[in-house]
């Protein structure tokens, strides 16, 4: 049986495609998908959101049904300074936080390396497991909880030789994230199983 949030990734997901919003998956969804499963609260996207299309993007998502509780200004001034607008899901009171892909290098590059996956049987655009542990780094080092080093640890071990070590290594040490990538390292797994 698909739970609340599998059918609601599954509608917006489809309303980004038939939209034509390039997005991708990320946060704990992306964690989920490469680690593993474990309660989310939220589903995270970045959208690529051009500040030339503001009346065009708010009139797409004013067109979700009315079971989506969205305050369009909030798109408009995401769009202008390069934040995020959310929509909560009232039947399910689930929260979707919509990420406007910045300028930043890696924010740049890891929208580029996003991946197409089947998940819930349906196309769906995700971050890769690479990105998903440098943005869970980013997020721990801004003062996040424990969850973030966690979920990282988890996509580390279980993606392991699958991943790009050297694109992981290269962004690590860009972004300054080596001690915490270190501290992976010391996490008992175990614990959270």
Known sequence: METGQAKLLKDITHFLNTS???YMITGSWSSIYYGRPRASHDID???ELPVENIEKTMKLFSRLPDTFMIELDTIREAIENNSQFQSVHLPTMLKMDFWVLTDQEFDK????????VR???QIMEMATPEDTIIQKLIWFS???TEKHLVDAAFVLQI???KLDRKYLHKWINKLKLK????????????EYI
Do not use: A, C, T, W
Not at 109 to 116: C, G, L, T
Not at 179 to 190: A, H, N, V
């Open 20 to 22: 034509k919003i390039p």
């Open 142 to 144: 801004k003062g996040g």
């Open 159 to 161: 993606q392991g030789k």
């Open 119 to 121: 998940l819930f049987n």
């Open 45 to 47: 996207f970045v959208v």
């Open 179 to 190: 001690k915490y990538f270190e501290m992976l390292k010391k996490i008992d797994l175990e």
């Open 109 to 116: 590059v890891r929208f580029s390396r996003r991946k197409k």
